[in-house]
């Protein structure tokens, strides 16, 4: 009556003042979407399988069951009937029942040697993995305890040295004092007083750290005979509004740099000063190439 009556009440809407009502304590967030409901059904559809393969494996293990306990009375009907036949026979006759059963012990015989045999190529699988794994233990017992080596930490050493002249080349300014400067043992990254040097730097000593990190890296690896390609690119590298002087310093390095090392320096030389200043280097150690109003890279006619 109320349906057809189209009563207010029913609407879910309070009749008094109009405000939405739920007629539910369950809000439309609470049922699941259509990927959560697919996403349900091919969970359960996983528990299903898992629970029939779980099965079939207790049906094939009752039906081998089944199938050993079935040759067994066979062969004990066919005792029977051998031992039948040897009640009427004539004592001092040959016994049918001796050599079925001789026949059972020498099947039985094989099978054994069979097991044994699987059996001794494990235990020489066992003793193989044995050795391996005394071999590991000693390999791990050679390897340093503080996780490098004193080769190693030299490095780390030979790094921090290299380091720190460039970041005053530089003139990195966020930190005054660069005696409490290590290389991170675990990063590899340099720190000062146990924080990351980046941690408290400005945007324009960020990149200055950049500078001096990766020329200090080439340098120890020509040092100690690393793998550095010895091939450096540079785009923009005068960044964050670093100062002229800085990057005076900076290009001055790469030119008197040397150990047959390659850089690619790409530079947006806007103001006359860095014009100046790249002029000013010794054209016989670089190659500047000036784009003036051209492209980099422009699409061949």
Known sequence: LGSQQ?????????????????????TSEAFMSIDENISHLEAQKKLLEHMLSAQDKVVTDMEAGISQIEQ??????????????????VRGDY??????????????????????????????????????????????????????TAADRKKLFAFRD????????????SSEDFNPLQISEDTFLPE????????????????RS?????????????????NH?????????????????????????LVNWGRGVQFIVAVTAKDIGIREMLKSLDSAKYSLIDLSNRRAFEKLA
């Open 95 to 148: 016994s049918s029942a001796q050599a079925y059963e001789k026949m059972l012990y020498e099947e039985t015989l094989q099978k054994l040697e069979l097991i044994a045999s699987e059996i001794q190529k494990q235990i020489d699988s066992f003793a193989t993995l044995g050795s391996q794994w005394r071999e590991y233990i000693a390999a791990k017992e050679a390897l340093p305890k503080d996780r490098i």
């Open 229 to 253: 390609p010895n091939v450096f690119v540079f785009d923009e590298p005068k960044q964050q509004n670093v100062v002229d002087a800085s990057f005076k310093s900076f290009c001055e390095t």
């Open 192 to 207: 000062i007083s146990g924080f990351d040097m980046r941690f408290d730097s400005s945007a324009s000593d960020t990149v």
């Open 162 to 173: 290299a380091l720190k002249p460039l970041l005053k080349l530089f003139d990195y300014h």
């Open 6 to 26: 189209k009563l207010k009440a029913f609407s879910d809407s309070c009749p008094t003042c109009g405000q939405p009502l739920q007629d539910s304590l369950f």
């Open 210 to 226: 950049i500078w001096a990190f990766t020329l200090a890296l080439q340098r120890v690896s020509y040092d100690f005979h690393g």
């Open 72 to 89: 067994a009375c066979s062969n004990l009907r066919k005792l029977e009937r051998i031992i039948k036949e040897d009640l009427v026979k």
